[in-house]
């Protein structure tokens, strides 16, 4: 029997999560970065900006962005990499990784794209000096299993980078609940047509592992000297633990 997850505030077999996320994901994948910008105020890109400023790339090294998207880590960590590095995007969903590529490419940049699953990276050990997963590892079923593999891929030294929603400041929360179950839903209905897409979004945010959880659960992964930083009041949260 499947054991049971959660699908924002739904309990379903983890199995049938997989299939509901992509399901999600298909559905405003065209409109994804254009919601990103409208519910986040244009905030996302700073976030994304100091994510990749942390993780202390230079030029010519190996970076895998996992559950990349649209690309925009993928494209901030070429910039870095410089011609003599390499960036691989990677996504689960077929929708959202063939949109980062023609995006990636309209753009000029030639970023090889993977479709694979997080929770298993065909990818060999030690072979990345920086892994980044921003806004997906919430969306993963065996959310464990994932920072294990992402953990394994890294050479040593090497760091993960997990940008992520995360718990706000106490006092903010009523208004940000009601931002998010209110204004949210009927905003993605507007833009994207699916108000259930966005208002699962509020209910994975809320059932996410907070910043401590999230660090004991990369510390038992194996990853040392985890550390996090709150952003815009603790909405978002950047993770960051090495390999050694």
């Given at each position: ?52 400023a942390q993780s202390f790339v230079r ?22 990499v410089g011609v003599h590095g390499e ?63 992402m953990r394994r891929v890294l050479k ?89």
């Amino acid at each position: 029997m499947s054991k049971i997850t959660d699908f924002g505030y739904q309990q379903v077999p983890e199995d049938e999560k997989s299939r509901r996320v992509a399901g999600v994901f298909d559905s405003v994948a065209s409109r994804y970065d254009l919601m990103n910008d409208l519910m986040s105020a244009g905030l996302h890109r700073l976030w994304k900006r100091f994510a990749v400023a942390q993780s202390f790339v230079r030029p010519g090294a190996r970076v895998l962005d996992v559950a990349g998207g649209t690309g925009d880590l993928a494209r901030l960590f070429a910039r870095r990499v410089g011609v003599h590095g390499e960036v691989i995007l990677t996504d689960v969903n077929a929708a959202m990784l063939e949109s980062g590529r023609d995006r990636l490419l309209d753009e000029g940049w030639v970023i090889p794209a993977v479709r694979c699953d997080g929770e298993s990276l065909p990818f060999a050990p030690d072979r990345f000096d920086c892994v980044s997963v921003a806004f997906g590892l919430r969306n993963m079923t065996r959310k464990e299993a994932a920072l294990a593999e992402m953990r394994r891929v890294l050479k040593p030294g090497g760091r993960l980078l997990v940008l992520e929603f995360s718990r706000i400041w106490r006092p903010l929360a009523p208004l940000y609940d009601a931002y998010s179950f209110q204004v949210l839903p009927r905003l993605g209905k507007l833009v994207a047509n699916d108000a259930d897409a966005y208002r699962y979004l509020a209910e994975s945010v809320r059932v996410h592992p907070d910043q401590d959880e999230l660090k004991r659960m990369m510390e038992q992964a194996g990853l040392e000297r985890v550390e996090y930083f709150n952003l815009s009041a603790g909405i978002v949260a950047l993770h960051r633990g090495y390999k050694f």
